[in-house]
């Protein structure tokens, strides 16, 4: 396998079909405010049922992982850029929303694209 971005796309389309374990601290619905030049998450908690499937924490009911959700974020947390998002959220946020290394490395991905797609006007869809 060739060195070209088709490639390289084709190892990160394999990779996002993976098994990974839910952070029991939440999750984060990411997204862009162009009019304001921001990368925004909202945070979600949530409750990890014995299945491994994430629940409303206060209903007990699986929270799909497609469609849409009629819930009530935490806390929404916005940055200029990937750096500044993540030292917000992972440095200056106690405790931090977050309890999984792996969870982070996502959140950090995630976050470098979203500001590439800031910056060049492409779309950006959260993997």
Known sequence: MGFTVENLAAIDDKL????IDLDPAGYFIIYLD???????????????????LAV?????KVIPARG?????????????TAKEL?????????PCPLT???HAAYLGREFMRA??????????VQD
């Open 68 to 80: 849409k959700v009629e819930r009530t974020y935490t806390t929404i947390y916005s940055g200029r």
């Open 16 to 19: 996002s079909q993976r098994h």
């Open 86 to 94: 993540c030292v917000n959220i992972f440095e200056e946020t106690k």
């Open 34 to 52: 162009r009019e304001a030049k921001l990368i925004c998450a909202k945070h979600f908690t949530n409750a990890i049922d014995d299945r491994g």
């Open 56 to 60: 409303n924490p206060e209903t007990g």
């Open 100 to 102: 999984m290394f792996d």
């Open 115 to 124: 500001e590439i797609a800031l910056v060049t006007g492409q779309e950006y």
